[in-house]
């Protein structure tokens, strides 16, 4: 509980009052040093590790177990018991403990008694970090990421509570990096908090291979995606090579409204990388306001194979080219427009050839290039073969 411990002590020098933490069977995770105001409740917590029966008794009276806000209780002197006020340690759906401050006297003042309530926030995220985290502390960026980005909607809960400010109200968007196995990330860290000097973000490794960024716009006009993607690009300009295979490519995901939608952008990053491994021509850095009509066809399920993705003809046309000359044919065809000049030249053919591999092409498949319905079955084919890994 150190960390925990930790929080709690900046949060009480800050109210200016001694603090208490208990679990939900009210026994006591932590405490700051006395003021001076303790009474025989909390002196027996101290020493027990556990609140009386009785005074738990006298809390959930008041509704402290099912109460979200904070719940001011009345003296018991029975009990030993002074009035003090109950902030509902509180992540989504999940209560995690109570923090006590002591009050009998009434001498509250309204700045602490808001600083109770917003504070409250970040240690039931510090709590929830230490009961159902790794040990990575919660200011660290990657404890904050991966949490944002998690299927359960209480860890989703827990990472924006640690970054609401700055981040609740603004648009943002993430950034997803890749690279060959071995790539040294602490080139691209550094790289990417030059580029992004200025920009609220955060920044995390999320496997050995990908690297995840998310960044909000705190006060850039609209060209936020733009500006983004040009960062983005500079920084892999400075680590890429300027010959051969590049280490490092990035996705980047649209911009979305709120901190909750964060993790369509980066799922659309991703999407950016596999159109950019799979199909050629897309460069390093894909942006998913550039792709056009492959926002319907990335969203199909593109990781259970080719199945009836793939035209059964355009399959019929790859199963049968075993060098692979027609089907780079057909490409350059339909990339060029239908121009024999221009798929000549491109594979350095004749074009009597060209002529051959395309009456070939529409031999196997059925389909003819020259009839502009099926040149768009088999271009669509020819694409979602690529999509899915027929074609490699």
């Not at 800050?14 to 002196?43: K, M, N, P, S, Y």
């Not at 099926?374 to 899915?388: K, P």
Request: aromatic share 6%.
């Amino acid at each position: 509980m150190s960390s925990f411990q930790s929080e709690l002590e900046r949060f009480s020098r800050r109210v200016q009052r001694a603090l208490a933490v208990d679990d939900t069977d009210f026994v006591l995770i932590a405490h700051t040093a006395g003021d001076g105001r303790e009474d025989g409740t909390r002196v027996e917590s101290i020493l027990y590790r556990r609140t009386a029966e009785a005074a738990i008794a006298h809390g959930i009276s008041y509704g402290i177990d099912t109460a979200t806000e904070p719940v001011r209780l009345p003296a018991n002197e029975s009990i030993g018991y002074d009035a003090r006020v109950c902030v509902p340690l509180v992540v989504g759906a999940v209560r995690l403990g109570y923090l006590w401050v002591i009050d009998n006297d009434d001498s509250l003042q309204q700045w602490q008694y808001d600083a109770l309530s917003s504070g409250a926030r970040a240690l039931s995220a510090s709590l929830y970090a230490t009961t159902h985290g790794d040990g990575t502390q919660i200011t660290d960026d990657r404890w904050v990421v991966t949490r944002l980005l998690s299927d359960d909607p209480t860890d989703r809960e827990a990472a924006r509570l640690v970054v609401e400010e700055g981040w609740a109200s603004a648009p943002v968007l993430g950034v997803v990096f890749t690279a060959a196995a071995g790539a040294d990330h602490d080139q691209l860290t550094s790289a990417l908090t030059r580029t992004f000097d200025g920009l609220k973000t955060l920044a995390a490794d999320v496997t050995e291979t990908e690297t995840v960024l998310l960044v909000a716009n705190t006060g850039m006009s609209g060209t936020f995606a733009h500006d983004v993607l040009s960062r983005a690009s500079a920084a892999l300009h400075k680590l890429n090579p300027a010959t051969g295979a590049p280490v490092w490519c990035a996705g980047v995901g649209p911009r979305v409204e709120e901190l909750d939608d964060i993790r369509t952008s980066v799922d659309r990053a991703r999407l950016c990388l596999h159109l950019a491994d799979r199909m050629p021509g897309f460069g390093t850095v894909v942006a998913w306001s550039d792709l056009g009509a492959y926002h319907v066809l990335l969203q199909l399920p593109l990781d259970n194979g080719p199945s009836d993705l793939v035209d059964p003809r355009v399959r019929r046309l790859i199963d049968a080219d075993s060098t692979g000359q027609l089907v780079a044919t057909l490409e350059s065809y339909l990339r060029s427009g239908g121009s024999p000049k221009a798929v000549s030249d491109e594979l350095h053919i004749h074009r009597a050839s060209l002529y051959y591999r395309l009456s070939r092409i529409t031999e196997i498949c059925g389909l003819s290039p020259a009839d502009g319905d099926d040149r768009f079955q088999l271009d669509l084919g020819l694409r979602m073969a690529r999509l899915t890994g027929l074609l490699t």
